[in-house]
């Protein structure tokens, strides 16, 4: 389990959000949802290293009860753009990660192959990331996360650029991927129907000084989640919500 | 398709080399005075093969100065990036550096370094150098935010970083700042040369110029064009053959 207590975040006096506490646990899908400019944002790249460093935090991030220094070692994050970098193919890309973690070039191409065909991404290897759709680009975006094998993976936003009908397809096919191979995720987001659809918990945040003002479980099994089964969840986040902001 | 994407501005060009052709035939203007286009080709190609050994050696010079400037630049781009303190300190320097005239530093560097290449590359350098370094460092500050975040979370060092984001960000500024530079470099060589040399374009349009020979200063002219153009040419072919893209089909398997 990997835990995060007393996080908080300030630039110059001003307190940004916390504190903050959360667990998450592994093969479990969190939503971390809040209002804009609650610290969603901020509270993912702190556990992932890589605050800037104008905002000073203060807080400690435990595994299996461990404190931890090196977040790399058990971390993936995956920021808000697709981030793959245009002058290396979607194979390089997708090879970055465990090359950075010391791998030969032949090792980490030999654990990422067999992966481009379940990820649909078969064919795409010599491409570059202009000549992929949107929904294609996320894809190779996330088995790049996927294939540096942590336990837990940071997420923050990740359809937030993609078209209607793209960011539907791709919940879907995230939530398969995710039973195929399940991780322990935080997920950012503000998009209710999307946290709803993915989580197996929801951890809504107030405004700024964002904190945890509510942590709800979703029992109702994946396949069972119709717009009808999760209509009162949503009024409830939606009040919840609301109230924050008056 | 190159000839095809400048197809206007050869057309101006031509339009503008009638209209000189049309005024000296027209007016009875001396040609010693100015020679029409058509004087200044039938004069470079009776004197091509003297204009062409020139020519070389200004190239050389060029060619000289100009890689030793971009390697120059590139080093201290580097030393700049991870010293902000090394940047506040010499930015101001080099900015002053070029408000220096070319017209007082020329005939200084002759008197230094005698009429070998040394001053002439070495004026070579201080007009391209900044240029291409201040290309580099608005390059090195263009690297996404997003990809240096990604790959600090990995795990990835400052100096990976710079290989692996910063660099390859800062690549077509690079390549617009060489354009920049390369125009300057030939330009700078024959103005060394007309400060003082045994041979090069330079040291020809000075001779042609003190025998009155408005033709041949102008063949020098469009020599001197027709190198800048080559260096261009030349960059453009580099960047095109170091392109990601490029790279790949060349080594995709066939």
């Given amino acids: ?246 | 398709m190159l000839l095809r994407s400048n197809a206007l501005a050869i057309l101006v060009m031509l339009a503008l080399l009638l209209l000189w052709e049309a005024y000296c035939r027209m007016s009875g203007v001396t040609p010693l005075v100015l020679p029409a286009p058509s004087d200044v080709l039938r004069s470079l190609y009776l004197n091509a093969h003297e204009i062409s050994g020139h020519a070389l050696a200004t190239i050389g010079v060029a060619a000289l100065g100009f890689s030793m400037s971009v390697t120059f630049a590139f080093l201290t781009s580097i030393a700049l990036h991870f010293t902000p303190t090394l940047e506040r300190a010499f930015i101001p320097v080099f900015v002053v550096s070029q408000t220096i005239p070319l017209v007082a530093l020329a005939p200084l560097m002759i008197l230094w370094f005698g009429f070998g290449v040394l001053p002439k590359m070495l004026l070579v350098i201080l007009v391209t150098f900044f240029p291409i370094l201040l290309s580099l460092l608005s390059g090195y500050r263009q690297a996404p935010r997003d990809f240096l975040d990604l790959m600090a979370s990995m795990g990835a060092g400052r100096l990976q970083r710079f290989r692996r984001v910063t660099l390859p960000s800062a690549r077509p500024a690079f390549f617009a700042g060489l354009r920049i530079s390369a125009t300057y470099a030939i330009v700078a060589t024959i103005f060394a040369e007309y400060a003082g040399a045994r041979s090069g374009i330079g040291i020809y349009i000075l001779q042609a110029k003190n025998n009155f020979r408005a033709d041949l200063v102008l063949s020098a002219v469009v020599v001197s064009a027709v190198l800048t153009l080559a260096l261009l040419g030349f960059l453009r072919l580099i960047e095109w053959w170091t392109d990601p893209e490029t790279r790949r089909r060349r080594h995709a398997p066939a």
């Fill in chain 1, 1 to 246: 389990m990997l835990r995060l207590e007393d996080l908080e975040v300030r630039v110059a006096d001003t307190l940004l959000l916390g504190p903050i506490s959360l667990e998450l646990r592994e093969n479990q899908v969190t939503c971390l949802i809040g209002p804009s400019g609650c610290g969603k944002t901020s509270v993912i790249k702190w556990m992932a290293g890589i605050l800037p460093p104008e905002m000073k935090a203060s807080g400690t991030l435990t595994l299996d009860g461990t404190p931890v220094e090196r977040h790399d070692r058990f971390l993936s994050y995956q920021p808000q753009s697709d981030a793959l970098f245009p002058w290396l193919t979607i194979g390089e890309n997708v090879c970055l990660g465990l090359e950075v973690a010391g791998m030969s070039r032949g090792e980490a191409w030999a654990k990422a192959a067999p992966l481009f065909e379940p990820f649909g991404l078969k064919g795409t290897e010599h491409l570059f990331p202009r000549q992929l759709s949107g929904g294609m680009r996320q894809r190779a975006a996330f088995l790049r996360t996927i294939v540096q094998d942590s336990r837990y993976i940071l997420l923050d936003e990740p359809f937030s650029a993609l078209d209607a009908v793209t960011k539907i397809r791709m919940q879907e096919w995230l939530v398969s991927r995710l039973e195929a191979d399940p991780r322990g995720v935080l997920m950012v987001t503000h998009d209710l129907h999307e946290a709803s659809r993915i989580a197996d918990r929801l951890l809504v945040m107030s405004s700024r000084p964002g904190r945890i003002m509510a942590d709800l479980p979703i029992n109702l099994p994946r396949g069972q989640r119709s717009e009808t089964a999760l209509a009162d969840l949503r009024e409830h986040l939606k009040t919840l919500l609301l109230e924050d902001e008056t």
